[in-house]
């Protein structure tokens, strides 16, 4: 069988560790089916990945069918993120993808400025790009608003976690969890999945739970923040990652909901990093890292024999 992606060109890269395979595809010619998608995202048969970035004109994704139409704020030229989940399933938004699809379309030269706009399914994301070279990247991504509808819970393990309901562009169920220590935090195991309503979550949602927000932290370029906190997250159509944008935006959502407030900067810290979300009444930004730690191009026939 011939193969979409033969001799293709791939970028391999991560923001706090959540990592990507790149792919350059102008004008949306490649077929990028589910199955393709987990191959190539498969860390023992494929390249490995949380996720797929294609890179593409968003007017190329209308005219081949891959968009129905521009989602809110998006202009046809804009370079549109067409994210993949690992299992090759779509999802709306990605908030390390944006940081890392901003830096690779810098770096590349495909944009000049350092200030732009990312297509998204959900919607235009504003970026600016504070530094950059072909390896590392300090990005900020204006993440729109993160919405609050309700509570629900989930279960990990004999444990039932209660949290806020947050649309950040794709669903999240944000869980605060008093007294939790960033030791016990990291001592949760989510080997066997966890459990979400799927009446309040129909499409699936990600899981972050969260320790309590603490006054104060180190913010970038020696700036102090608001609050400090950890996360962990349980990825819709992945799993466990070692960081999540979006889920790190709801995070912070949910720590200053928990503490009576609607706005404040918080340092979150991931296993895979930290990064800085701002919550104000405009909406939501997330600033961190981006690092491009690879390229290379797939063999023709790669995916033949499964
Ligand atoms: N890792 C991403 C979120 C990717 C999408 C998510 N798994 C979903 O299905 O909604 C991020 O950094 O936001």
Redesign the pocket.
Known sequence: MSDATDALRFVKGH?TQ?DFVVLADPAAELGLDAARVAAICDRQRGIGA??LLRVSRAVALVERGVLDALPAGVRPDDWFMD?R?ADG?I???????VRVFAHYVRATGLVDTDTFTVGSRAGARPVIIHSHDQVRADVTVTMGQARVDGRSQATVGDTTYHGAVID?G??HLACVVPDLTAEQLAGIDFSAGVGLDAGVFPH???LELVTPARPGGDGPDGTTVDFSAHMRVF????GE?R??????VAAGKASLGALGRDTGSLHITVPGGSVLVTVDPDGATLRGPSVLVAEGRFRPGWSDEG
């Open positions: 923001g959540n949380d996720g994210y989940n399933s999802a709306e938004m990605c908030g390390n993808g950040v794709n669903p699936g949602a990600n990825e819709r159509g992945v990652t960081s999540c944008g979006t889920g790190l």
